[in-house]
């Protein structure tokens, strides 16, 4: 491992606190279609997401963050993303944002879409694309 790099060589996972496992499982499984991986006991699952790990777990502070918690990069394919999770019953926030403009359920900011949702202990969660570079 380099050195100097710390942490930057090693994969990192998400962590969402939610209230109610059985809820939590239906959604980033059934909804969003994470693959469920385990349970450690009831207090915890661990889903994949492409090369990913999302770990999901019980407290009582679930949904108390106020800003985005976890997002996908999906690429041109957002249009798509956005209509497959319509269909299962997601609803997409609406911000006012001062560089943005709205396409239906899409916020278009320069070469960026994004989309906001919310998980059922809301938890904002977001898909969004680039074109170009935004370096």
């Known amino acids: 491992m380099d050195e100097t790099k710390i942490l930057g060589g090693v994969?990192?996972?998400?962590?969402?606190?939610?209230?109610?496992?059985?809820?939590?499982?239906?959604?980033?499984?059934?909804?969003?279609?994470?693959?469920?991986?385990?349970?450690?006991?009831?207090?915890?699952?661990?889903?994949?997401?492409?090369?990913?790990k999302v770990i999901v777990y019980r407290s009582e502070f679930a949904g108390t963050n106020k800003a985005t918690s976890m997002t996908w990069?999906?690429?041109?394919?957002?249009?798509?993303?956005?209509?497959?999770?319509?269909?299962?019953?997601?609803?997409?926030?609406?911000?006012d944002m001062?560089?943005?403009?709205?396409?239906g359920d899409l916020h278009v900011m320069g070469p960026m879409k994004i989309a906001w949702f919310k998980d059922p202990d809301g938890n904002i969660l977001c898909v969004f694309s680039r074109s170009g570079s935004i370096d």
Do not use: C
Request: glycine share 14%; no cysteine; hydrophobic share 40%.
């Open 11 to 52: 994969d990192v996972m998400a962590n969402i606190a939610v209230k109610d496992m059985a809820v939590a499982k239906a959604f980033y499984e059934g909804t969003l279609g994470l693959t469920w991986f385990h349970s450690e006991g009831d207090e915890a699952m661990t889903f994949g997401s492409g090369g990913s």
């Open 73 to 95: 990069d999906v690429g041109a394919e957002i249009d798509g993303v956005v209509q497959k999770l319509k269909a299962k019953g997601v609803v997409f926030e609406r911000y």
């Open 98 to 103: 001062p560089q943005g403009k709205h396409e």
